[in-house]
């Protein structure tokens, strides 16, 4: 019955933070590893009586299969006796084995609920690393976009700087051609012009 109410405990639904806390203690709990050790010396008697069950009601089945075959021996009486040896022979039998399988499913289960917490606790750490991730990888999207844009400026940039220094060439170039012009026009004229461009 303590399996049975355990096994019901550990399956039943409950909150996962719920589950996580029971496992981690009925698993890290010094007493309860003492328990589950004494419990464990019991199920290895069951597991004797279990084979004992199992011969005791072959050995009767046998015995029932030769009184068949002498129907003119048996009576009400033995054949009652009979019928209540082999019935508890198969009480035994489907108690002991009931027993056996319920602490095996029980540990079995139990194991399988730990690995599932142990991996549902890895899923959200790695849930969590994704979504720094890809926050982080939004913030590195977001500044080689700056960084584009800081190419293009500087781009822009030079290349007004090249407009501008050829602005300036040419405004010098315009101004010796325009102070060349004003000595050859003084000298053709004579006149005197103080207007030169530096």
């Given at each position: 019955?303590?399996?049975?109410?355990?096994?019901?405990?550990?399956?039943?639904?409950?909150?996962?933070?719920?589950?996580?806390?029971?496992?981690?203690?009925?698993?890290?709990?010094?007493?309860?590893?003492?328990?589950?050790?004494?419990?464990?010396?019991?199920?290895?008697?069951?597991?004797?009586?279990?084979?004992?069950?199992?011969?005791?009601?072959?050995?009767?089945?046998?015995?029932?299969?030769?009184?068949?075959?002498?129907?003119?021996?048996?009576?009400?009486?033995?054949?009652?006796?009979?019928?209540?040896?082999?019935?508890?022979?198969?009480?035994?039998?489907?108690l002991?084995?009931?027993?056996?399988?319920?602490?095996?499913?029980?540990?079995?289960?139990?194991?399988?609920?730990?690995?599932?917490?142990?991996?549902?606790?890895?899923?959200?750490?790695?849930?969590?690393?994704?979504?720094?991730?890809?926050?982080?990888?939004?913030?590195t999207?977001?500044?080689?976009?700056?960084?584009?844009?800081?190419?293009?400026?500087?781009?822009?940039?030079?290349?007004?700087?090249?407009?501008?220094?050829?602005?300036?060439?040419?405004?010098?170039?315009?101004?010796?051609?325009?102070?060349?012009?004003?000595?050859?026009?003084?000298?053709a004229?004579?006149?005197?012009?103080?207007?030169?461009?530096?």
């Amino acid at each position: 019955m303590a399996e049975v109410g355990l096994f019901t405990t550990i399956i039943a639904p409950m909150p996962f933070t719920m589950r996580k806390r029971l496992m981690r203690f009925l698993s890290d709990n010094p007493i309860i590893a003492k328990i589950q050790y004494g419990v464990s010396l019991p199920c290895f008697f069951i597991a004797v009586l279990f084979v004992d069950a199992l011969q005791r009601m072959i050995r009767i089945a046998q015995e029932g299969a030769k009184a068949k075959a002498q129907p003119d021996i048996t009576d009400a009486r033995t054949e009652m006796a009979y019928a209540a040896r082999r019935f508890y022979a198969q009480r035994n039998l489907y108690l002991t084995g009931a027993t056996l399988f319920l602490s095996l499913v029980l540990s079995r289960v139990f194991y399988i609920l730990l690995d599932f917490i142990t991996t549902q606790e890895q899923l959200n750490a790695l849930s969590v690393k994704t979504a720094k991730g890809s926050q982080a990888a939004g913030e590195t999207e977001e500044l080689r976009k700056r960084v584009r844009e800081l190419e293009a400026d500087l781009k822009v940039s030079q290349t007004q700087g090249r407009d501008f220094d050829t602005l300036k060439k040419q405004a010098s170039q315009q101004a010796q051609e325009y102070n060349r012009l004003a000595d050859e026009h003084v000298k053709a004229t004579g006149a005197k012009s103080d207007k030169k461009f530096d």
